[in-house]
């Protein structure tokens, strides 16, 4: 049930804001007794959220000339589920595709977003995110976040998924470095500081918010609350086939900014398309990236045998796995694959991968069959070699795999992302009750919904969360500016 939110303006005051050390931020203002301060701190924009998209839309309001931003997390650290970003950001007509000799189109990425997502996204705010996506790259090589290695994930028939020169998870390179841009520019982020409510004034516009140690007041505000995957009981309100699974998100994904949303008369778009990953190493809920299949690894059963298209769109292989022995598959590839990200460094550091010197020792290890092991790794290395047709229809990021070391994780279907929520246009203005915009309410990132459709492609949240966080940044600057 929605929340009562009560319908006034807010008194706006001054308050006084302790210093936190930990990553130099504030903590929420409160009084020495622990009670909320009465009056409410005035800013320009309020942003309900410290992940990638509200740390995008800080900077870039702030770039348009706001002065007055801050950024309310309620965790006690920056990031959100970006912090867990592995796989890249797929961007089109980018300058490091074009000095790859990568030949992509706007058009092209939008068609197989629109296609890996059968066709239920939305196709104006899908247009405008891919034909945004290589500004949003140039964006953030600016900011001293260059995105030059590149590969290919799912659902993609060219490589577009803009990963760190090193070949790193995506997200421990963004998050630093939007934190570092946000530092550098005095904007405040007052960490440990758990939203509860949007103040509405009577007119129906948003003034502010509420929050478990005081009160906000500002000109707009941009919900950047992040998704759901941490909350149970609201995964199983929408989706009651997926309680019991494990999720790859963060501990603050609660779908707080769904609730607020809904309380002033936002719409909740497909909230039942909840995106369950393939590829979740289930004793830790780590997600393996996307990257190892798309730079050559292939999926196995329990009797060492490719069953699809690993490079297919996330919610067929995820139902594919599930109709395996078992319900899990093993992630197997060769000691260049290994090499070629360094993601997999981190995971055989973590204890989830196992390993042989040969096919015949990993399949010990992971105990299948050996001479069937080896059979698959044969018919696979002939999809390259021999030009062979695989029976699966795999096309794409395939390679011989080469005699020595060899690599497996076992992984299994696990909750990841939400990719119904908030209705937005492209000023990513929060729509009401016939489309109408709620007035000082914007929504960025996983909050939202109508981008994706109901199957997200593997590289499009970190595209989202910065085309999309920026805009908002920049259409709330102009906005209140005049």
């Not at 028939?157 to 841009?181: E, F, M, N, Y």
């Not at 390259?384 to 279907?413: C, H, L, S």
């Not at 994706?452 to 805009?471: L, S």
Request: some cysteine; proline content about 2%; overall charge negative.
């Amino acid at each position: 049930m929605a929340m009562q939110i009560s319908r006034r303006n807010f008194v706006v005051g001054a308050a006084t804001v302790g210093a936190m050390a930990a990553f130099g931020m504030a903590g929420c203002s409160s009084k020495g007794n622990g009670k909320a301060e009465s009056k409410a701190e005035e800013y320009d924009i309020v942003i309900v959220g410290a992940g990638g998209a509200g740390m995008s839309a800080a900077i870039a309001a702030h770039d348009a000339g706001v002065e007055k931003v801050v950024v309310l997390e309620k965790e006690g650290n920056v990031g959100g589920n970006t912090n867990f970003s592995s796989s890249g950001m797929n961007a089109s007509e980018t300058k490091f595709q074009k000095a790859q000799g990568i030949e992509d189109s706007n058009e092209l990425f939008a068609q197989e977003t629109l296609d890996g997502g059968h066709d239920t996204g939305n196709p104006e705010l899908v247009h405008f995110m891919c034909d945004n996506s290589a500004g949003a790259i140039d964006w953030l090589d600016g900011l001293g976040i260059t995105l030059d290695n590149i590969t290919m994930t799912g659902g993609m028939s060219v490589k577009r998924c803009h990963r760190p020169t090193d070949g790193s998870a995506v997200g421990k390179t963004i998050v630093p470095g939007l934190q570092k841009a946000v530092e550098d520019r005095g904007i405040e982020i007052k960490t440990n500081c758990n939203v509860k409510e949007l103040v509405q004034a009577d007119d129906g516009s948003i003034t502010g918010v509420k929050t478990d140690k005081g009160d906000y007041s500002a000109k707009a505000v941009i919900l950047a609350a992040g998704g759901l995957g941490s909350n149970p009981d609201m995964i199983t309100k929408y989706r009651p086939d997926l309680e019991g699974y494990v999720s790859t998100n963060q501990p603050g994904a609660t779908g707080d900014g769904y609730a607020m949303a809904e309380a002033v008369g936002a719409q909740l778009i497909q909230m039942d398309q909840i995106q369950i990953h393939p590829t979740v190493e289930q004793s830790s809920s780590m997600l393996i990236a996307e990257g190892l299949r798309g730079g050559g690894a292939i999926l196995v059963n329990s009797e060492g045998k490719r069953f699809f298209n690993e490079m297919s769109t996330r919610d067929k292989v995820s139902a594919a796995e599930l109709e395996q022995p078992g319900k899990f598959a093993w992630e197997v590839f060769d000691q260049t694959v290994y090499d070629k990200n360094k993601a997999a460094a981190n995971y055989d550091k973590s204890g989830l991968v196992k390993k042989g010197d040969s096919v015949e020792a990993l399949a010990k290890e992971i105990e299948v069959d050996a001479a069937t092991l080896q059979a698959t790794i044969d018919a696979y290395n002939k999809l390259t070699t021999e030009g062979a047709t695989d029976e699966f229809g795999r096309t794409q990021g395939m390679i011989e795999f080469q005699p020595g070391n060899m690599y497996a994780i076992k992984v299994a279907p696990g909750i990841h992302h939400e990719m119904g929520g908030i209705k937005i246009n492209v000023d990513n203005q929060a729509l009401g009750e016939g489309d109408e915009p709620i007035k000082g309410l914007y929504a960025a990132g996983e909050v939202t919904g109508g981008i994706h459709g109901n199957n997200r492609i593997g590289g499009n949240a970190v595209c989202d969360i910065t085309v999309f966080g920026k805009n908002a940044g920049e259409v709330v600057a102009k906005a209140i500016q005049g």
